[in-house]
Nanobody
Framework: QVQLVESGGGLEQAGGSLRLSCAAS????????MGWYRQAPGKQRELVAA???????NYGDAVKGRFAISRDNAKNTVYLQMNSLRPEDTAVYYC????????????????WGQGTQVTVSS
């Protein structure tokens, strides 16, 4: 049973930074891709960032240049560093994992965390 546990969400002012962490219960080597999605009220869930075991990355257009995804294989943890936060970044952020990069990028990864709230005030 794979478990993904997010932490690091909270309230931040516009222009500030937050770092999210996602700890996996097993080795993240088994996942070809790990990533972050977010869902704001009344909006569809969208890809924020994804990373492969070789540390190749994909980013959603809305966060390019501001967010950075990274992984620590020894700690089975994936991080999302969020800089220059904007009010429109307010959402529940979900960690996700899958053996397929394609499923990760197209919105259908098999494994999800419970989500962590990020709120950015103006």
């Amino acid at each position: 049973q794979v478990q993904l546990v997010e932490s690091g969400g909270g309230l931040e002012q516009a222009g500030g930074s937050l770092r999210l962490s996602c700890a996996a219960s097993g080795s993240i080597f088994s996942f070809n891709s790990m990533g972050w999605y977010r869902q704001a009220p009344g909006k569809q869930r969208e890809l924020v960032a994804a990373i492969t075991p070789g540390s190749s990355t994909n980013y959603g257009d809305a966060v390019k240049g501001r967010f950075a995804i990274s992984r620590d294989n020894a700690k089975n943890t994936v991080y999302l560093q969020m800089n220059s936060l904007r009010p429109e970044d307010t959402a529940v952020y979900y960690c996700a994992a899958d053996q397929s990069l394609a499923r990760m990028i197209t919105g259908s990864p098999n494994y999800w965390g419970q989500g962590t709230q990020v709120t950015v005030s103006s």
